[in-house]
Nanobody
Framework: QVQLVESGGGLVQAGDSLRLSCAASERTFSNYAMGWFCQAPGKEREFVAAITWNGDRTSYGDFVKGRFTISRANGENTEYLQMNSLKPEDTAVYHC????????????????WGQGTQVTVSS
C-alpha cells in the first residue's frame, strides 16, 4: 500500500480558495491513479476527483465540477486539489486516495488513503 499524507486544509470564508496537497511515500507514485474523497460528520464518504497516472484523464464529482481542479507532479510524488469558490457545504475532511485503477478510485474501492485534512468554510 502507498502511504499518503494530506496537507493544506484550514478555515476559510465562502468564496475563498484553498490548495490541498497529498504527498506519497511510494517511489513508483507515477504507477498509481490518484484521487480525493471527502466526508462530513454524519454523512457518507463522497467522491471529489480523480486523475490517471499520467494526468490524461480526470473525473469530478458533480458538486465540485467547475470549481475544483485535480493535478499531480510525478517528479515530486505529490497530487494537488485546487479548490475555488468554496461553499459552506464543502466543509469536510478531505482524504487522498491511490490505486492502480482510476475506475476503482471513482467507485470508492481503492487500495490506499490518507488520514485527511480538515476544510472548514464559513458563511
Amino acid at each position: 500500500q502507498v502511504q499518503l499524507v494530506e496537507s493544506g486544509g484550514g478555515l476559510v470564508q465562502a468564496g475563498d480558495s484553498l490548495r490541498l496537497s497529498c504527498a506519497a511515500s511510494e517511489r513508483t507514485f507515477s504507477n498509481y491513479a490518484m484521487g480525493w474523497f471527502c466526508q462530513a460528520p454524519g454523512k457518507e464518504r463522497e467522491f471529489v476527483a480523480a486523475i490517471t497516472w499520467n494526468g490524461d484523464r480526470t473525473s469530478y464529482g458533480d458538486f465540485v465540477k467547475g470549481r475544483f481542479t485535480i493535478s499531480r507532479a510525478n517528479g515530486e510524488n505529490t497530487e494537488y486539489l485546487q479548490m475555488n469558490s468554496l461553499k459552506p457545504e464543502d466543509t469536510a475532511v478531505y482524504h487522498c486516495a491511490a490505486d492502480i485503477s482510476i475506475s476503482k478510485i471513482i467507485a470508492g474501492n481503492f487500495g490506499s488513503w490518507g488520514q485527511g485534512t480538515q476544510v472548514t468554510v464559513s458563511s
